[in-house]
């Protein structure tokens, strides 16, 4: 069975850094991309990076574009979310997600799209 953790996450003052780690367990034929998603106090839950296993075809949420660069290292079997610059709008529970379905006709970053999850790991940017 598909497992994910998150690691990394922690209390930040604005303009400072962190990266997130996702470990996932089984291979990584089993899936096609691993996505990282945060959800804030009183909002919906959306996606901010996501990365294809294969080929690392990459997206990004306009908000983080530029501040944030997600990698892999398929032999380890992590996904990692470098987060550059953070804002106190960054703050937030981040999600790391896996995604049985191959990106055949658009770059796949929707909650919906996202079938295995891990806990999260807290972000807080403190201004």
């Known amino acids: 069975q598909l497992q994910l953790v998150e690691s990394g996450g922690g209390m930040v003052q604005s303009g400072g850094s962190l990266r997130l780690s996702c470990e996932f367990s089984?291979?990584?034929?089993?899936?096609?991309?691993i996505g990282w998603f945060r959800q804030g106090p009183g909002t919906e839950r959306e996606g901010v990076s996501c990365?294809?296993?294969?080929?690392?075809?990459?997206y990004y949420a306009d908000s983080v574009k530029g501040r944030f660069t997600i990698s892999r290292d398929n032999a380890k079997n992590v996904v990692y979310l470098q987060m550059n610059n953070l804002k106190p709008e960054d703050t937030a529970l981040y999600y790391c997600?896996?995604?049985?379905?191959?990106?055949?006709?658009?770059?796949?970053?929707?909650?919906?799209?996202?079938?295995?999850w891990g806990q999260g790991t807290q972000v807080t940017v403190a201004s």
């Open positions: 990365i294809t296993l294969s080929g690392g075809i990459e």
């Open positions: 089984a291979s990584a034929m089993d899936f096609y991309a």
């Open positions: 997600a896996a995604d049985l379905t191959p990106w055949v006709l658009e770059r796949r970053c929707r909650r919906d799209e996202y079938d295995y």
